[in-house]
C-alpha cells in the first residue's frame, strides 16, 4: 500500500494502520485491504503465527554394492574385494590412475 501524503510505499501495523518511513504520516483510516477475489479483509483482525516446526525424518540409504574386482589388494586388511575407478588425471599421454577402495574394510588408496 502506499502513503496518501507522499505516495511512498509503506507497511501496516498490528492495528490495521498504514505508517509511512518517509513522511512518518499513519493512515488511520486504512484498515480494510481488497484481495484478488474481490472480498475485502481486515488487517487488525490478521494473526500469522509461525507454529512449531515441522518434525522432519530421514531414511537411512544402504550403501550400494558397486562392482568390484580382486585383482588390487588392500595395503590394509589384505581383501581382494575392492571396486576401481581408472581416471585420465593430466595429459592424454600420461598413463590412467586407478582409484581403489576396499569393500571389506573401507580403505581408499590409488595406483598408478
Keep these: 500500500m502506499f502513503c496518501s501524503v507522499?505516495?511512498?510505499?509503506?507497511?501496516?501495523l498490528?492495528?490495521?494502520?498504514?505508517?509511512?518511513?518517509?513522511?512518518?504520516?499513519?493512515?488511520?483510516?486504512?484498515?480494510?485491504?481488497?484481495?484478488?477475489?474481490g472480498e475485502y479483509v481486515s488487517l487488525s483482525e490478521l494473526k500469522t503465527s509461525t507454529g512449531e516446526?515441522?518434525?522432519?525424518?530421514?531414511d537411512v540409504i544402504m550403501k550400494l554394492k558397486l562392482p568390484t574386482t580382486d585383482a588390487y589388494f588392500c595395503p590394509?586388511?589384505?581383501?581382494?574385494?575392492?571396486?576401481?575407478?581408472?581416471?585420465?588425471?593430466?595429459?592424454t599421454d600420461e598413463p590412467e590412475v586407478?582409484?581403489?577402495?576396499?569393500q571389506i574394510c573401507g580403505h581408499g588408496w590409488r595406483e598408478g
Design 6 to 12: 507522499c505516495g511512498a510505499l509503506g507497511y501496516f
Design 14 to 37: 498490528p492495528n490495521g494502520s498504514l505508517k509511512c518511513d518517509r513522511c512518518d504520516n499513519i493512515d488511520n483510516e486504512t484498515k480494510k485491504i481488497e484481495l484478488i477475489t
Design 53 to 58: 516446526p515441522e518434525k522432519r525424518t530421514y
Design 76 to 91: 590394509e586388511c589384505h581383501g581382494n574385494e575392492s571396486t576401481c575407478e581408472l581416471r585420465q588425471m593430466d595429459q
Design 98 to 102: 586407478a582409484f581403489l577402495e576396499c
